[in-house]
């Protein structure tokens, strides 16, 4: 006679309820629910009004309910090593978190309302896919220690300057434009001195291009040059060209900035 088969994860969610069962009674204020294999949390998970310690790491988290809302006592919530996608925007209601852990996930982008976190100091956010972080993380004034090692970061907003208790920024592995690389190797104080510096220069941008044109001798790229360079050029034969000629042809573009192309005509040999 065959036993009938077991759905594991049915058995963890029991599992999982029945904890909580017994949390209710006893005012818990810390739960590990880490390594089980949870999809979805259990609704019954925000009755939990005594939480201050809440270890989700280490499951298979898609995403949070906006009821997590409810655990207004937590200081430390740990979602590490599971696969959200993104964060609910209720999770601003958690104004007493300290250390928020979101390693090892797979979020692109935090939402505003991650500002309203004022008591956080420590923020963990290795291993995402984020590829910018909100203007709005100035507001995290308490914050100390930022974590943003392998994520696809091109750019810091300028406000993380303003971060002024920000001691430790861990940035390596991702792949940064704007502070240069070279400067963000330097540590926070030379990033914070380059954005502000920036914030209060302005950016500058540079309105040139560069256009080459080769091709096989005699097949027109003078011709083409200076008729680029002035539309109203008359077409005739022109001399082969030895080596290469530049040709400088300015407009006015959409902004009225000044812009000024520079045409590589190189020779056909």
């Known amino acids: 006679m065959t036993s009938p088969k077991i759905n594991k994860q049915n058995q963890v969610q029991q599992s999982v309820q029945e904890k909580i069962q017994i949390a209710k009674y006893n005012k818990l204020k810390e739960l590990d629910l880490s390594g089980n294999t949870l999809t979805t949390l259990p609704e019954s998970i925000t009755k939990l009004t005594n939480l201050t310690t809440l270890d989700l790491s280490d499951n298979k988290l898609i995403e949070l309910p906006e009821s997590i809302s409810q655990l207004t006592n937590l200081t430390t919530l740990d979602l590490s090593d599971n696969k959200l996608i993104e964060l609910p925007e209720s999770i601003s209601k958690l104004t007493n978190l300290t250390t928020l852990y979101l ?154 900035h000044n812009f000024q192309m520079n045409i590589w005509d190189f020779g056909g040999q």
Do not use: H, M, W
């Open 103 to 256: 390693r090892y996930n797979k979020l692109t982008i935090l939402p505003e309302s991650i500002s309203k976190l004022t008591n956080l100091t420590t923020l963990y956010l290795r291993y995402n896919k984020l590829t910018i972080l909100p203007e709005s993380i100035s507001k995290l004034t308490n914050l100390t220690t930022l974590y943003l090692r392998y994520n696809k970061l091109t750019i810091l907003p300028e406000s993380i300057s303003k971060l002024t208790n920000l001691t430790t920024l861990y940035l390596r592995y991702n792949p940064l434009e704007n502070p240069p690389i070279e400067i963000a190797v330097q540590g926070i104080e030379a990033i914070i001195k380059y954005l502000q510096q920036i914030e209060e220069e302005g950016t500058d941008y540079l309105y040139e291009a560069k256009l080459l044109i080769i091709g096989e001798g005699g097949a027109g790229k003078t011709t083409l040059a200076k008729k680029i360079q002035n539309s109203k050029y008359k077409l005739k034969e022109e001399d082969s060209t030895k080596g290469i000629e530049v040709y400088q042809c300015k407009f006015k573009i959409t902004n009225q």
